[in-house]
């Protein structure tokens, strides 16, 4: 038990340093590499909570298909040059602070709670569906069944905003 | 042509196909408009063709829609994500009859400011699609994406004129407060989850119902923001700011289009929300109620205040927006059918004014004040005689469909003893007769400023079949409404309010992912 705390510490710190210098580098493409990095350790964390599929397809996906494309836009805009800081003014980084802090607090105030009693799964039902229908089919299986109607509606979601991107953005159309 | 239809088992594929056939229908057609599209884009007739194909599709889907309503076609047990009853049907009806006048009036106006985007009536199609999902959703996965599927669309439509400043300052401020709105709506479904385990509308109310969560903070808190969230799409007051800058920079049938199609499917997603999963809990009455008072005081004394034609339309349909959730907040059974009652009549009347001030203006609605239009009646008799129509019955002049559904949201209101909240309704219509009534008396008491001050005003032979389509279903509803409001009763009781708390509730199912 140690060493799986010992990993899940090691990436939750590594997820949160680098989604921290993510945020704060001036430079465009270095936040999308920071970037990259806390993706990764997201998907160790995934790991750990006995959801290999989703760790593999956050890597292909997320870290890897949607990040490229992000550092494409980047130098494609040419946007690499570091730009003026997001953050304007003591008013800026006041509020700033101030939400974060009510952020901290919540969480502060969160630590010992208990999720309500509907929410709560017993303890082992993840391994056991999974034991029952794979790794895959314990995602695959709700998806186009119990949730095939908003997974279509998501992919006609996607057209429609393809559709409006292209109308809204083609030089000549 | 007679089938049953009575107990559709939505877990089986055929009848699921069956009872999702309109959305079905639609999207072929969204998806044969944007082929055709693809195909053929660079000329005035290929954007004519694209709008009778969009016109065909819109029919079909309507046809179909007939079909499950005439065969009463009902989902058996509990449905899951889609809804199968009368209130989705006539709410469908609503948003194709909506799109199909949006779509007569593009023609024209579409040709007339060399807007050569065929794309609008893909994404006009798409935007209906959600509004109909949005009616239908039984749970509030679907009802998030229904919702987002329509804003998507019409964020695009509002900038798809990208020569014009406002139009573009009207597509991003409303893309962003749209998205800000859907964040709190997204928060309010993360809390609501959270304290029942459940998206489904009929789980919600029976884990409410069950557990006693009447007063659970989390379950309150999340209530709360998605009422936030429905505020800004409904443009309800204090979260109407966007609704004057967006309606005033957007072409405008689109603008007649967010007006009445889009207001109309987040009030009918509301309804249905607050009815089934929300109908055990008391603390919303109080919360719509107070939006109600604000929405119609406030929206009715800043519209005295505007000279311009289409920003007085702006506020004059966050006003009705209030009226609307007077009906939302009566909450009874004579409350929902006025509430779809007043639904019609509302997109009637001001479908048909807004087809009337794009005729009216070229190349910027936006400048028409409400002195431009005097001298109407003289040269364009029939033109003021619509636009006049329009106006009284927004008012709720007795013998034009508003007056029958203002009267009925009265009568609910007084029925479900909210007595004060049908008083200041009576007061704020008084207070809009200032600024409906000088739009009639510019038309007809003051002299035209020049001689060919109206020269200009063409509406097409479309144009006009739409108008006096929606005059004259003004004028029919306000003396014979009985039909409507019967269909209206039906569809209104249709939806299944969660019964009150009760110990003998039945036991909460686990949620539909469980199984």
Redesign the interface.
């Known amino acids: 038990m140690p060493g799986t705390l010992v990993i899940f510490w090691g990436f939750a710190g590594l997820a949160l340093a680098s989604a921290l210098l993510c945020i704060t580098r001036r430079s465009a493409v270095a936040s999308a590499l920071w970037l990259v990095v806390t993706l990764f350790a997201l998907a160790a964390l995934f790991v750990l909570l006995d959801a290999q599929f989703i760790a593999v397809l956050q890597v292909l996906v997320y870290a890897g298909a949607i990040m490229v494309l992000f550092l494409f836009v980047i130098m494609l805009l040419n946007l690499g040059r570091p730009g003026p800081s997001d953050v304007k003014g003591p008013l800026g980084v006041g509020t700033a602070c101030l939400l974060g802090g009510v952020l901290l607090f919540q969480l502060w105030i969160l630590r010992k709670a208990v ?5 709560q799964l017993p303890p082992g039902s993840m391994a056991r569906l999974q034991q029952e229908q794979g790794l895959v089919g314990a995602i695959a299986r ?1 998806l186009f069944d ?5 997974f279509e ?2 992919s ?2 996607l ?3 393809i ?2 991107a ?3 953005a083609k030089r000549k ?1 | 042509m007679n089938v049953d239809l009575s107990a559709l088992d939505l877990s089986r594929s055929g009848d ?1 196909l069956v009872a ?1 056939a309109p959305e079905l229908l639609l ?1 072929l057609a969204a998806l044969v408009v ?1 082929l055709v599209v693809a195909w053929r ?1 660079r000329t005035p007739q290929d954007l004519r063709r694209a709008g009778w194909v969009t016109l065909a599709g819109l029919g079909v889907a309507a046809l179909a829609t007939w079909f499950l309503w005439w065969n009463v076609a009902r989902a058996s047990g509990i449905a ?3 809804a199968v009853d009368d209130f989705r049907f006539v709410a469908d009806w609503l948003f194709l009859g909506t799109a199909a006048l949006t779509v007569l009036v593009s023609f024209r106006y579409l040709e007339r400011e060399e807007l ?2 065929p ?2 009536y ?2 006009l199609l ?1 935007a209906t ?2 509004m109909t ?1 949005m009616a239908g959703a039984e ?1 509030l ?2 009802l998030f ?2 919702l ?2 329509m804003s ?2 019409v ?2 439509l509002a ?2 004129n ?1 020569r014009s400043a406002p139009a573009a300052e009207a ?1 991003l401020k409303y893309f962003l407060l749209g998205a800000f709105a859907s964040g709190f709506l997204l928060y309010g479904i993360a809390l609501v ?6 998206t489904n509308f009929t789980l919600i109310g029976v ?1 409410v119902a069950t ?1 006693g969560l009447q007063h659970d903070t ?1 379950l309150l808190l999340g209530l709360g923001l998605l009422l936030v969230g429905f505020g800004f799409k409904v443009a309800a007051v204090p979260f109407h700011m966007w609704a004057p800058d967006v309606y005033d920079g957007s072409p405008t049938p689109v603008t007649g289009y967010m007006a009445t199609a889009v207001k109309a499917a987040a009030f009918a997603a509301l309804f249905r929300l607050l009815g089934e999963a929300f109908g055990a809990v008391p603390a919303w009455r109080e919360i719509v109620w107070w939006l109600a008072v604000a929405t119609m005081v406030v929206g009715n004394l800043i519209a005295l205040a505007q000279r311009s034609f289409k920003r007085m339309l702006a506020y004059s349909s966050i006003a009705h927006a209030g009226y609307l959730l007077v009906a939302v907040a009566a909450g009874t059974a004579a409350g929902s059918a006025a509430f779809v009652f007043y639904l019609v009549a509302y997109t009637l009347m001001t479908v048909a004014a807004f087809a009337l001030l794009a005729a009216k203006g070229t190349g910027g609605e936006r400048d028409v004040a409400i002195d431009d239009l005097a001298g109407l009646a003289q040269r364009r008799p029939w033109l003021a005689f619509a636009l006049a129509v329009c106006m009284l019955s927004l008012l709720g002049f007795p013998g034009t469909a508003g007056f029958i559904g203002k009267w009925y949201i009265l009568v609910a209101a007084v029925a479900a003893g909210q007595g004060l909240l049908a008083a200041i309704l009576v007061l704020a219509s008084v207070i809009s007769a200032g600024y409906y009534l000088p739009v009639i008396m510019a038309m007809y008491m003051k002299p035209e400023p020049g001689e060919q001050a109206h020269a200009g005003m063409q509406l097409g032979p479309l144009g006009n079949a739409v108008v006096a389509v929606s005059v004259a279903g003004l004028l029919f509803f306000g003396v014979r409404p009985n039909r409507l409001l019967e269909i209206a009763r039906t569809s209104g009781a249709s939806v299944r309010v969660a019964p009150a708390v009760s110990s003998s509730a039945p036991p ?1 199912a686990r949620d ?2 469980g ?1």
């Open positions: 999720p309500s009693a509907p929410i709700p119990t949730y095939l109607i908003p509606i998501t006609l979601l057209l429609a905003a559709v409006g292209v109308v809204l159309l | 699921l999702l999207t944007l884009h899951a994500m889609i050569w985007a794309e609008y893909v994404l798409f699609l959600g999902l749970d996965m679907v994406l229904g987002e599927l998507v669309s964020y695009v900038g798809i990208r597509a989850y959270g304290a029942t385990a459940t884990q557990l989390m909460a539909a992912s199984r």
